[in-house]
T-cell receptor
Framework: GQQLNQSPQSMFIQEGEDVSMNCTSS?????WLWYKQDPGEGPVLLIA?????ELTSNGRLTAQFGITRKDSFLNISASIPSDVGIYFC?????????????FGKGTLLTVNP | DAGVIQSPRHEVTEMGQEVTLRCKPI?????LFWYRQTMMRGLELLIY????????DSGMPEDRFSAKMPNASFSTLKIQPSEPRDSAVYFC???????????FGQGTRLTVV
């Protein structure tokens, strides 16, 4: 099946720092999604990307759909303690089922106040 | 607006018992998904319904697992008999038809002892 490589696996940063994480795939994706999961909760959709090169912001979050359609990144600016959680990328592969999402393994973000 | 509602939030059961997980999707969403999340395997799609019809159940681990969607506002995932290796967090998600998205519920944490 499809594989998404998400990196880094974990990050420890100081409050106020910027954060960047990314997902890569060996195959082309039509859609990239970024989710955040807090402990004991379900993943919450942060940003959805549908076109190669698309750059979308949601507050302090910015995500881009890579030109090659094989990668995406998520940036968080001026991190705050409530940014702590696990961030997942997810994608829908080109040529695959139009409903099936492949998820990355997640990036665990810790923000020190 | 109410999101995806799952019940129970936590379930502890003995091996061999039947377990039923419940889900109410977001009103107006025609697609419903059941996912399982474990540390080892991450988020895995178990089954996908569109307009109450099961479209893809290839992710259902074995015959002990079954899912139904009797109407647009309710779905169940049943495990009978349950085994310790079924312990995981089970998520229900819904999406409007035609959109490659998933809006997740809060999940059911299942522990089989």
């Amino acid at each position: 099946g499809q594989q998404l490589n998400q990196s880094p696996q974990s990050m420890f940063i100081q409050e106020g720092e910027d954060v960047s994480m990314n997902c890569t795939s060996s195959s082309i994706f039509n859609t990239w999604l970024w989710y955040k999961q807090d402990p004991g909760e379900g993943p919450v959709l942060l940003i959805a990307l549908y076109k190669a090169g698309e750059l979308t912001s949601n507050g302090r979050l910015t995500a881009q759909f890579g030109i090659t359609r094989k990668d995406s990144f998520l940036n968080i600016s001026a991190s705050i303690p409530s940014d702590v959680g696990i961030y997942f990328c997810a994608g829908q592969a080109s040529g695959g089922s139009n409903y099936k999402l492949t998820f990355g393994k997640g990036t665990l973000l810790t923000v020190n106040p | 607006d109410a999101g995806v509602i799952q019940s129970p939030r936590h379930e502890v059961t003995e091996m061999g018992q039947e377990v039923t997980l419940r889900c109410k999707p977001i009103s107006g969403h025609n697609s419903l998904f059941w996912y399982r999340q474990t540390m080892m395997r991450g988020l895995e799609l178990l089954i996908y319904f569109n307009n109450n019809v099961p479209i893809d159940d290839s992710g259902m681990p074995e015959d002990r697992f079954s899912a139904k969607m009797p109407n647009a506002s309710f779905s169940t995932l049943k495990i009978q008999p349950s085994e310790p290796r079924d312990s995981a967090v089970y998520f229900c998600a819904s999406s409007p038809t035609g959109r490659v998205l998933a809006f997740f519920g809060q999940g059911t944490r299942l522990t089989v002892v």
